[in-house]
């Protein structure tokens, strides 16, 4: 123990957690909308799956759509990645959903007043114009979206396929908007239906949230022979169901993106013959993500990189595509530049091109008097403000951003959303970024257990060609809940009361994970990089210096309370990420882990009116999730029976239980 509290000494680098403390999770501020995800991932975790939908949507309008096809930025930061395998954060979304879903809580939208008496016009449905629209209608801005398709979603609809994303869970998506009073007018097309003007006329400002929906040729002989279609209408007329008769059965897809892997993919279905994706990157540098690159080799999509397109071939009819060797894509500044070998030329058989090397927004729609655009049709964009050079227009998502991420698309009519408030006179804050702790110590890492990531079912491929079903199946309770135990609670766990503490060091000596550190003068703070959030530390404190982020001793107080109000007389203090129970009957009060029970808080179950308590942990060849974890709910239950004893009263009143099962951290 002397060694452990020398370690701590002259750690003075080290970030001290103070009860103002503002680090975040990695995950949260790698999020584009930044979304609590490690308070969902705790909720889907103790079962409550409403909750946890809850917490999604405080951010996120489109929680079902996303958890299907978020690109997961936040799965990059997550700190669990260096220990072993990032937590599934986008699959666990999903769960909440699901779950919420399944017992029927959690999807009924809020009443919203529009006490604001302002109405804002916001051209496009896609995500940016969703997002924009959802949280103006919570700021009391009366939202009324244009949209041309028949029906709602834009690229979400008309681009991303059924075995992603079904359409009647966009649809739920929807609805759950329009259910706060967002009115959304579809097949009404700005500029026929109703001009530019007119619509800046009649409401008090606009949003142009478009996106991208066109898309971009290629100027090589041969574009114009029938076989020849574009990624857009491609995608447009498999989503909606049409025949596509210029579909042959040797297909050729010119681009590397997730755009063309969904194009690829596609037309496999179709078609049931070969497809050959053709792209100038080399495998490594391929845009595409790499699990959509991998999903779509998996169904047989073949991959010829490093090759640029020169010319069609063919007398009439597509026969192939003749290509040229791609020598570079980027110049020395990272910048798209591609070079070619002129000479060294060849043909990829073929008789349908698709060609998918990019899209582009129509703004045919804007008159003279509207925002200005540069030389390229581009909007002239304030990117801080969100404004065009037409005063009350403002612009959002991908007509401004560029392709990228369907969060991305999010983030920005959020942000624009409070742009208009802002212009409208309604309070509204564009809100501070976040900051994230560092990484998770050397010497912590090896103190973590390992435990394998849950894997996403599903379709077995010879299966999922036959159709445009959803290939994912979903986690499901079992395995959603095993994948979030294995969320570290970073940024959530010890803080303490600099006007309270007192320097007894005791938290210094008991830490398992050396968070807590001290110097020559005395106590110095707990380093977030560090700290487990075991709670430990909390339980040992004497002055009650210490506090937990994530249940609070406040907390925890209040979930004895609650527990009591039910008509069980017992009570069981268990870990919120096992399901299993050794007191069935009893009321149940979850924690991250039952070493955060110190004998104030056994004794309090009893005083609020608890015959008996039971405290559950792991089973003995298990120490817990967290080390030292079992010593401490044991300490903690032995020296509560001996006050009872010595008070007269029966110390059998608090049992130490062990929960039968393993820890589903530990299964494969």
């Given at each position: 123990?002397?060694?452990?509290?020398?370690?701590?000494?002259?750690?003075?680098?080290?970030?001290?957690?103070?009860?103002?403390?503002?680090?975040?999770?990695?995950?949260?501020?790698?999020?584009?909308?930044?979304?609590?995800?490690?308070?969902?991932?705790?909720?889907?975790?103790?079962?409550?799956?409403?909750?946890?939908?809850?917490?999604?949507?405080?951010?996120?309008?489109?929680?079902?759509?996303?958890?299907?096809?978020?690109?997961?930025?936040?799965?990059?930061?997550?700190?669990?990645?260096?220990?072993?395998?990032?937590?599934?954060?986008?699959?666990?979304k999903?769960?909440?959903?699901?779950?919420?879903?399944?017992?029927?809580?959690?999807?009924?939208?809020?009443?919203?007043?529009?006490?604001?008496?302002?109405?804002?016009?916001?051209?496009?449905?896609?995500?940016?114009?969703?997002?924009?629209?959802?949280?103006?209608?919570?700021?009391?801005?009366?939202?009324?979206?244009?949209?041309?398709?028949?029906?709602?979603?834009?690229?979400?609809?008309?681009?991303?396929?059924?075995?992603?994303?079904?359409?009647?869970?966009?649809?739920?998506?929807?609805?759950?908007?329009?259910?706060?009073?967002?009115?959304?007018?579809?097949?009404?097309?700005?500029?026929?239906?109703?001009?530019?003007?007119?619509?800046?006329?009649e409401?008090?400002a606009?949003l142009?949230?478009?996106?991208?929906?066109?898309?971009?040729?290629?100027?090589?002989?041969?574009?114009?022979?029938?076989?020849?279609?574009?990624?857009?209408?491609?995608l447009?007329?498999?989503?909606?169901?049409?025949?596509?008769?210029?579909?042959?059965?040797?297909?050729?897809?010119?681009?590397?993106?997730?755009?063309?892997?969904?194009?690829?993919?596609?037309?496999?279905?179709?078609?049931?013959?070969?497809?050959?994706?053709?792209?100038?990157?080399?495998?490594?540098?391929?845009?595409?993500?790499?699990?959509?690159i991998?999903d779509?080799?998996?169904?047989?999509?073949?991959?010829?990189?490093?090759?640029?397109?020169?010319?069609?071939?063919?007398?009439?009819?597509?026969?192939?595509?003749?290509?040229?060797?791609?020598?570079?894509?980027?110049?020395?500044?990272?910048?798209?530049?591609?070079?070619?070998?002129?000479?060294?030329?060849?043909?990829?058989?073929?008789?349908?091109?698709?060609?998918?090397?990019g899209?582009?927004?129509?703004?045919?729609?804007?008159?003279?008097?509207?925002?200005?655009?540069?030389?390229?049709?581009?909007?002239?964009?304030?990117?801080?403000l969100?404004?065009?050079?037409?005063?009350?227009?403002?612009?959002?998502?991908?007509?401004?951003?560029?392709?990228?991420a369907?969060?991305?698309?999010?983030a920005?009519?959020?942000?624009?959303?409070?742009?208009?408030?802002?212009?409208?006179?309604?309070?509204?804050?564009?809100?501070h970024?976040?900051?994230a702790?560092g990484?998770?110590?050397?010497?912590?890492?090896?103190?973590i257990?390992?435990?394998?990531?849950?894997?996403?079912?599903?379709?077995?491929?010879?299966?999922?060609?036959?159709?445009?079903?959803?290939?994912?199946?979903?986690?499901?309770?079992?395995d959603?809940?095993?994948?979030?135990?294995?969320?570290?609670?970073?940024?959530?766990?010890?803080?303490?009361?600099?006007?309270?503490?007192?320097?007894?060091l005791?938290?210094?000596?008991?830490?398992?994970?050396?968070?807590p550190?001290?110097?020559?003068?005395?106590?110095?703070?707990?380093?977030?990089?560090?700290?487990?959030?075991?709670?430990i530390?909390?339980?040992?404190?004497?002055?009650?210096?210490?506090?937990?982020?994530?249940?609070?001793?406040?907390?925890?107080?209040?979930e004895?309370?609650?527990?009591?109000?039910?008509?069980?007389?017992?009570?069981e203090?268990?870990?919120?990420?096992?399901?299993?129970?050794?007191?069935?009957?009893?009321?149940?009060?979850?924690?991250?882990?039952?070493?955060?029970?110190?004998?104030r808080?056994?004794?309090?179950?009893?005083?609020?009116?608890?015959?008996?308590?039971?405290?559950?942990?792991?089973?003995?060849?298990?120490?817990?999730?967290?080390?030292?974890?079992?010593?401490?709910?044991?300490?903690?239950v032995?020296e509560?029976?001996?006050?009872?004893?010595?008070?007269?009263?029966?110390?059998?009143?608090?049992?130490?239980?062990?929960?039968?099962?393993?820890?589903?951290?530990?299964?494969?």
């Amino acid at each position: 123990m002397e060694h452990e509290l020398a370690d701590s000494i002259n750690r003075s680098s080290a970030r001290p957690i103070t009860g103002d403390a503002q680090l975040r999770a990695p995950c949260e501020v790698a999020c584009p909308i930044h979304t609590r995800a490690q308070r969902y991932i705790q909720l889907v975790a103790e079962g409550k799956y409403d909750q946890a939908l809850a917490v999604v949507r405080e951010t996120n309008p489109l929680p079902q759509s996303i958890g299907r096809i978020c690109a997961h930025p936040c799965e990059e930061s997550c700190r669990r990645g260096r220990v072993d395998e990032p937590i599934a954060i986008c699959n666990l979304k999903r769960v909440a959903s699901d779950g919420a879903k399944a017992t029927g809580l959690g999807y009924d939208p809020p009443a919203v007043e529009f006490t604001s008496g302002r109405k804002v016009a916001i051209i496009g449905s896609g995500p940016s114009g969703l997002a924009a629209a959802h949280d103006l209608a919570l700021m009391g801005v009366q939202p009324v979206i244009f949209e041309k398709q028949p029906a709602a979603g834009g690229f979400l609809r008309t681009g991303i396929l059924n075995y992603r994303l079904p359409k009647n869970i966009l649809d739920e998506d929807i609805d759950y908007i329009r259910g706060m009073g967002v009115e959304i007018r579809t097949a009404t097309s700005v500029g026929d239906d109703i001009s530019f003007d007119e619509l800046a006329s009649e409401y008090d400002a606009v949003l142009i949230a478009v996106g991208l929906s066109e898309s971009r040729s290629l100027p090589i002989p041969g574009v114009d022979l029938p076989q020849v279609l574009l990624a857009v209408p491609f995608l447009e007329d498999v989503n909606a169901g049409r025949d596509i008769p210029q579909l042959g059965k040797e297909i050729i897809v010119i681009g590397g993106g997730n755009v063309a892997i969904d194009v690829a993919r596609s037309a496999k279905r179709i078609s049931g013959g070969k497809v050959t994706m053709v792209c100038l990157e080399a495998d490594h540098e391929m845009p595409a993500h790499d699990w959509e690159i991998a999903d779509a080799r998996t169904e047989g999509i073949e991959m010829v990189c490093s090759q640029g397109p020169n010319a069609i071939v063919g007398d009439g009819k597509v026969e192939g595509l003749q290509v040229k060797k791609c020598q570079s894509v980027f110049d020395v500044n990272g910048r798209f530049a591609p070079t070619f070998c002129e000479t060294e030329l060849s043909v990829v058989p073929g008789d349908t091109v698709i060609i998918t090397i990019g899209q582009m927004s129509n703004l045919s729609f804007l008159t003279k008097t509207g925002p200005d655009v540069n030389e390229r049709g581009i909007l002239i964009f304030d990117r801080d403000l969100c404004t065009t050079s037409r005063r009350g227009v403002f612009a959002s998502g991908e007509v401004v951003t560029g392709p990228g991420a369907a969060v991305n698309a999010l983030a920005s009519g959020k942000r624009a959303a409070i742009a208009v408030a802002r212009y409208l006179g309604v309070d509204a804050n564009f809100g501070h970024e976040p900051v994230a702790i560092g990484e998770v110590p050397a010497d912590v890492r090896e103190q973590i257990k390992q435990a394998p990531r849950r894997k996403m079912p599903a379709r077995g491929t010879d299966e999922r060609l036959t159709d445009f079903g959803e290939v994912e199946t979903g986690l499901g309770e079992v395995d959603g809940r095993c994948e979030a135990s294995r969320c570290l609670l970073c940024g959530s766990g010890a803080r303490y009361s600099q006007l309270k503490c007192v320097s007894c060091l005791t938290c210094v000596r008991v830490c398992p994970y050396g968070a807590p550190w001290a110097d020559k003068d005395g106590f110095g703070g707990i380093d977030p990089d560090k700290c487990q959030a075991c709670g430990i530390c909390f339980t040992q404190c004497p002055v009650k210096a210490i506090d937990l982020t994530v249940m609070s001793e406040t907390d925890i107080e209040q979930e004895i309370v609650v527990a009591m109000a039910t008509e069980s007389p017992d009570m069981e203090f268990g870990c919120w990420y096992s399901q299993s129970r050794v007191a069935p009957e009893a009321a149940f009060v979850a924690l991250p882990c039952t070493s955060r029970l110190s004998v104030r808080l056994l004794l309090n179950a009893l005083e609020a009116g608890a015959e008996k308590v039971f405290v559950a942990v792991c089973s003995e060849d298990d120490d817990g999730r967290f080390v030292h974890g079992h010593r401490q709910t044991r300490a903690a239950v032995e020296e509560a029976r001996k006050l009872l004893e010595e008070a007269g009263l029966d110390p059998e009143k608090i049992e130490l239980k062990f929960v039968p099962e393993k820890k589903c951290m530990k299964e494969a």
